[in-house]
């Protein structure tokens, strides 16, 4: 089952290409006490280290702010060394080269499986 995983200005619970990957200059804002520190912090304990991001396609929508990009993402476990992947979709909401709405879905079973859990 796909869920979603980021909701809004790129505050969410994994890894992602991020705008840059996507060719847009930065993301809108954060939500409340969220930092970029914190997200470094995160991504730190995470176990899982994500060191692969590829675009795999990039689909324009009737609104032409928004933009639905397919990517897959590849790391390995810290602790094993043993290297995954997963595929996601991000929908994208763009405004003045800036991204102003990220929703990301995710196939949270599998990458739970993958990671052991």
């Keep these: ?19 840059a990957a996507l060719g ?5 804002g954060r939500r409340g006490s969220q ?9 730190l304990e995470m176990p ?3 060191d692969e991001c590829a675009i795999e396609a990039v ?8 933009i639905v990009v ?7 476990k810290i602790a094993t060394g043993e290297r995954g992947a ?8 763009v ?5 102003v709405h990220w929703r990301e879905y995710q196939d949270t079973l599998a990458i739970a499986q993958a990671l052991g859990a």
């Design 1 to 19: 089952m796909l869920r979603p995983a980021y909701d809004s200005t790129g505050r969410g619970t994994s890894g992602g290409c991020g705008a």
């Design 24 to 28: 847009v200059a930065h993301c809108g």
């Design 35 to 43: 930092s970029v520190e914190d997200d470094r912090q995160r991504a």
């Design 48 to 50: 899982i280290r994500i």
């Design 59 to 66: 689909h324009e929508t009737a609104d032409p702010e928004v």
């Design 70 to 76: 397919e990517y897959r993402l590849g790391g390995v």
């Design 86 to 93: 997963t595929d996601l979709i991000a929908v994208l909401r």
């Design 95 to 99: 405004r003045d080269g800036k991204v």
